[in-house]
């Protein structure tokens, strides 16, 4: 199985900053890697998949970058309604997801 | 509008089974696979298993073969999860999901809870 490892876990942040959360693949996984938000109570909502393609209605200040078995999630500017729990997944063998890294307030 | 709406919350006993329930609507079921992900309570997401509602074919994380199945009945647009040999661990909320790029549709969630 592809093991997926978020890091940090939790990071604090303040609105207006630029929050960075990367992901790593214990094997390649090319293109497949999708990144999720999830609030308390509520259904995981996808934000990018293919790696960088923002799904439809999703904010411009986030972006996805990264290949084979590194990759990273970028907010610009962090909203107070980014403040959550982001996971990625990788679906190109089975599908695994990372354990997630919570965004709080700093 | 596309949507997935699933069966109410469960309380089931150890050793017993469960079944989900996942309505498909706004769109034509059988054109899109059907992931199932669970969330135990404070954790993450664990990805169970898809499902092609077009021929019924599945694919299954190795940790759930031999006590999971996904089916569909077509005649009313909705996919099944069912679960065996519950135990505690099993206590989760059970997600649906539609795949087009990645899961980008999900249903509302059932929490399924296995107490004595």
């Known amino acids: 199985d592809i093991q997926m490892t978020q890091s940090p876990s939790t990071l604090s942040a303040s609105v207006g900053d630029r929050v960075t959360i990367t992901c790593r693949a214990s094997?390649?996984?090319?293109?497949?890697l999708a990144w999720y938000q999830q609030k308390p109570g509520k259904a995981p909502k996808l934000l990018i998949y293919?790696?960088?393609t923002l799904e439809s209605g999703v904010p411009s200040r986030f972006s996805g970058s990264g290949s084979g078995t590194e990759f990273t999630l970028t907010i610009n500017s962090l909203q107070p309604d980014d403040f959550a729990t982001y996971y990625c997944?990788?679906?190109?063998?089975?599908?695994?997801f990372g354990q997630g890294t919570k965004v709080e307030i700093k | 509008q596309v949507q997935l709406v699933q069966s109410g919350a469960e309380v089931k006993k150890p050793g017993a089974s469960m079944r989900v329930s996942c309505k498909a609507s706004?769109?034509?079921?059988?054109?899109?696979?059907i992931h199932w992900v669970r969330q135990a309570p404070g954790q993450g997401l664990e990805w169970m298993g898809w499902?092609?509602?077009?021929?019924?074919?599945?694919n299954y994380a190795q940790k759930f073969q031999g006590r999971v199945t996904m089916t569909r009945d077509t005649s009313i647009s909705t996919a099944y999860i069912h679960l065996t040999s519950l135990t505690s661990d099993d206590t989760a909320i059970y997600y649906c999901?539609?795949?087009?790029?990645?899961?980008?549709?999900w249903g509302q969630g059932t929490m399924v809870t296995v107490s004595s």
């Open positions: 999901a539609r795949e087009a790029e990645a899961l980008g549709i």
């Open positions: 706004g769109y034509t079921f059988t054109d899109y696979y």
């Open positions: 499902f092609n509602p077009n021929g019924g074919s599945t």
């Open positions: 094997q390649s996984v090319s293109k497949w």
């Open positions: 293919k790696v960088s």
């Open positions: 997944q990788q679906y190109n063998s089975y599908s695994t």
